[in-house]
């Protein structure tokens, strides 16, 4: 069946409906105890990670019609064509590339009949140089200082994907730098950064395609202005500011020498980005060499998405897992739960990367969906949420998918501190699966003395129905090539429920509009007119922002 085909109509889907109503009430304990090797069977490994699905409220035929489906939707043939360069961003007629970016293989790269491979490798050797003259001292401030603070300035991708891998690799970076990252157009944020910050041995890092984002901008020429006025000179720019970008002429014009503008392109969207030139603050924490092994373990991930057959594909089965959630349960949200401090961000990356990429209402082809899509992403760090939301994951009324994320080595070995991490790791998952009856909670009362009139009526209120499905990826350590491998196998994850979808997992054109607004309405704070044509809450708003500010 051709992929532009109507998904709901397809034999798969039919078949995984009727599907849902003979197993939606199984209890997975139940599967548990008729398959001994269950753990086994529902395992897949790549790239130095292992997923257990077996806590998912799947059958052998579950996962047979699931794999039908996506043979139906031509996946291995989508697959194919992102990695061939083909225009799989249709709205934007380009290519999305993120894989070229670390490509270790001798495969060339076409992009209009030019193959990229030569100016990507060029261009991470700039980086190579760019990182050994400031981690060695050969780059030096306007006072001869060496380095000792690094300020990334950018927002969306360039702030989230570089974000998340300098705080799962901090084991691995250079003790003498210290990176910052500087995104909200908030004037707290860039105070309680500077404030802390030498102007003579600070490295700026302008990071925007466009050298015009408005959040990216206003926070560079302010650090521009705090440079400037607190020791710096025209003439030193050059030395402290570097950008990331594909508009020359402006990052030039604001003072930053040509010479130290790394490239962007297009066939890199910005949640895609950080292994790009994007990368730049991370190579320079952790150093060139690491920066490439985290390159390595996502090129290894790209060749399993790209050559295994779909039945062990890990990102293809995590991706067939959130469709089944999605469409058949009627699951709205799913959550990432990483037992490690050092991967406490990779939440708030996954946000962008699944919600941007698949919060989508039309195909490929414009059309409207009658299907539901991407889901809302949101977790937190170890046993943190465990004292916070996991209560609503146990108890609440609508269920909530989990992917829990534990290296089984610590950077940091204390005591019996790692054990203690993951057994709450596993006995989290543990309960989503069990649970415990009315008549287990009734019976832990009684046995603990409480009168019976009083263990009933508050055995109701400790019951927890279980058969929630959870999987569990696992991995020795974080280290540079696994942290690598992990982000793309989540990248792939959305990129084939996208295909499956039918959306186009590659542009995000639900952000422009809110961009374009706000425009009129900072028009409108600063002058205090309103636009005819504003709604009457904004225009509220607008005069309660303007009597506040005692402008009126």
């Known amino acids: 069946m051709s992929r532009d085909s109507s998904l709901t109509q397809s034999p798969a889907w039919m078949a995984l409906k009727q599907h849902y109503t003979e197993i939606q009430h199984h209890h997975m304990l139940e599967w548990f105890a008729a398959d001994p090797k269950r753990f086994e069977q529902f395992q897949s490994q790549a790239a130095g990670l292992t997923l257990d699905y077996s806590k998912n409220r799947i059958t052998r035929d579950t996962v047979a019609l699931l794999l039908q489906l996506a043979e139906e939707r031509e996946l291995p043939a989508q697959i194919n064509d992102l990695f061939e360069g083909a225009a799989v961003n249709n709205s934007e007629k380009r290519p999305a590339l993120h894989t070229a970016l670390r490509n270790f293989s001798d495969r060339p790269v076409m992009v209009d009949g030019v193959d990229i491979m030569p100016e990507v490798r060029a261009t991470v050797h700039r980086m190579e140089e760019f990182c050994w003259k400031i981690r060695r001292n050969q780059w030096r401030g306007y006072t001869n200082a060496p ?46 950064i500077l404030k802390r910050l030498n102007p003579a041995t600070t490295l700026f890092i302008v990071q925007s395609k466009s050298f015009g984002t408005q959040e990216t901008l206003k926070n560079a020429l302010a650090c521009r202005s705090w440079f400037l006025k607190n020791g710096g000179n025209e003439s030193d720019l050059a030395k402290h500011f570097v950008a990331v970008s594909s508009n020359v002429e402006k990052a030039v014009e604001f003072g930053i020498a040509e010479e130290n503008i790394f490239p962007m392109w297009d066939w890199v969207g910005g949640r895609y980005s950080l292994w790009s030139a994007i990368g730049l603050p991370l190579a320079l924490a952790i150093g060139i060499d690491n920066f490439r092994d985290l390159l390595r373990g996502a090129h290894a991930m790209d060749e399993h998405f790209r050559t295994a057959p779909l039945a062990q594909n890990m990102p293809v089965l995590m991706a067939l897992l959130g469709i089944w959630y999605v469409n058949f349960f009627g699951v709205n949200s799913h959550a990432i739960l990483p037992y490690d401090h050092y991967l406490r961000t990779l939440p708030a990356h996954l946000q962008q990367l699944d919600m941007e990429s698949n919060g989508k209402s039309v195909t490929r082809q414009g059309q409207p969906v009658d299907y539901h899509t991407g889901p809302v992403i949101w977790g937190g760090v170890g046993t943190n949420g465990q004292h916070a939301f996991h209560q609503l994951l146990h108890q609440g009324t609508h269920f909530s998918p989990a992917d829990f994320i534990m290296p089984m080595t610590s950077h940091n070995p204390i005591d019996h501190f790692h054990a203690l991490l993951v057994s709450n790791c596993l006995s989290q998952s543990q309960a989503l699966l069990q649970g415990k009856s009315e008549a287990e909670a009734l019976q832990e009362l009684l046995d603990a003395g409480m009168p019976e009139a009083e263990a009933r009526a508050l055995a109701p209120q400790k019951a927890i129905s279980g058969n929630r499905p959870s999987n569990t990826l696992y991995f020795p350590k974080s280290t540079p090539q696994v942290v690598g491998a992990l982000i793309a196998l989540y990248e792939h994850k959305v990129a084939a429920q996208g295909m499956i979808w039918g959306v186009n997992s590659f542009d995000q054109w639900g952000v422009e509009l809110g961009k374009k607004l706000g425009n009129r309405v900072l028009d409108a704070l600063l002058s205090g007119d309103s636009p005819a044509n504003f709604d009457g809450s904004t225009c509220g708003l607008v005069d309660a922002f303007r009597r506040m500010q005692k402008l009126l």
């Open 147 to 192: 380095f000792t603070d690094v300020v990334s300035i950018g927002i969306g991708g360039s702030f989230l994907g570089p974000k998340l891998a300098s705080g799962a690799l901090k084991p691995y970076w250079d003790s003498r730098l210290d990176i910052h990252y500087l995104a909200n157009i908030d004037g707290s944020h860039i105070t309680e």
